[in-house]
């Protein structure tokens, strides 16, 4: 399993929101590639990037923050209000090797396997916010106000000719809470869609959250807030899942 250290920017600087809430950010400093030189010194391979300034304004977004961080020598897969293919085009060219492509993945899923098709589809990963209701998984848009017009389910099927490869969901009741995972829910989407590489999101705040995600079969781990929060370092996160 992959780890994936993240860091959200706003304004260029590095900080993370409670369940995706502008009003409650906690700020951890104005040097992104300082934290990002700092993951790699620990021995981390990629970097999760959220361009928190982009997704709400597409004029706004920090190319000169990410190109940066690529320079760093991470691997980063970067999202944050994805638009359009120019946007995806500009971000690649920063120097990003993916592009996470979030709600425009829930309500044009045929856009999106356009762009998987022309960039390839180690280029995309479609990122499902999800809640889960009776049982059921359902994506969320709008900033997670209101759900999607079908469940993840029938929404997969959409995908299942354009050779999706990499998909995140973030179940959202734990995103940033620091509640733990919830692994049953990647090892349902790891049984029932063995060919995508499933990145998990959310809530992980334990070295034991990160061995039962990788128990559960997921391809990679987006870790941020315990990071921050010092709940356990990088280099303890890579041994433990090299070691588990």
Not at 143 to 168: C, I, M, N, V
């Amino acid at each position: 399993m992959k780890l994936y250290p993240a860091i959200d920017l706003l304004d260029g600087r590095v900080v993370r929101l409670h369940k995706g809430d502008f009003d409650a950010v906690t700020d951890y400093g104005s040097d992104p590639a300082a934290v990002a030189a700092a993951y790699l010194a620990q021995g981390a391979e990629y970097l999760h990037v959220v361009d928190l300034s982009g997704a709400r304004d597409g004029a706004r977004r920090q190319s000169e923050t990410i190109q940066s961080l690529s320079n760093t020598g991470l691997r980063l897969q970067v999202g944050g209000g994805i638009r359009s293919r120019e946007e995806i085009a500009s971000i690649l060219k920063a120097g990003a090797e993916r592009v996470i492509v979030g709600s425009l993945a829930v309500q044009a899923p045929k856009t999106v396997s356009g762009w998987i098709s022309e960039f390839g589809a180690e280029r995309i990963v479609a990122a499902f916010d999800v809640r889960i209701e009776a049982g059921t998984i359902w994506p969320l848009v709008a900033g997670w106000t209101r759900k999607g017009d079908e469940p993840l389910a029938a929404l997969l099927e959409r995908y299942a000719q354009s050779g999706l490869r990499h998909a995140l969901v973030t179940d959202v009741d734990r995103d940033g809470a620091l509640q733990g995972p919830n692994a049953g829910l990647y090892r349902d989407l790891c049984e029932l869609w063995p060919d995508i590489a499933w990145q998990a999101s959310g809530g992980v705040a334990s070295l034991s959250d990160l061995t039962a995600l990788k128990a559960a079969g997921a391809a990679g781990a987006i870790v941020g807030k315990a990071l921050f929060e010092n709940r356990f370092t990088l280099g303890e996160a890579l041994s433990c899942l090299q070691s588990g």
